[in-house]
């Protein structure tokens, strides 16, 4: 029996109910989820808050990252700087 790519069927993927996905998923760019006027991206071990998910280095935008089990926080205002 042949496999068939999930992105193939429609409605293959249930948004609607609990699910459980194993294993490690490797991103080769930023991942950005809209909605509300601020995008969420997740780049190179930060968390940013951003009007545009495409220039995350932008008047107002702020980010977050763990290093040595502390919370970093920054705002970009010129260049990032900590909160």
Avoid: C, H
Wanted: glycine share 12%; no cysteine.
């Amino acid at each position: 029996m042949s496999r068939i790519k999930s992105k193939q069927v429609e409605g293959a993927v249930d948004t609607f109910s609990s699910q459980e996905v194993t294993g490690q998923k490797t991103f080769s760019s930023a991942q950005a989820f809209t909605g509300g006027g601020t995008a969420v991206v997740i780049s190179e071990g930060y968390i940013y808050w951003a009007m545009n998910p495409q220039v995350l280095d932008e008047e107002g935008n702020s980010r977050m990252r763990i290093e040595n089990g502390q919370i970093q926080i920054e705002v970009f205002q010129g260049g990032w700087m900590p909160l």
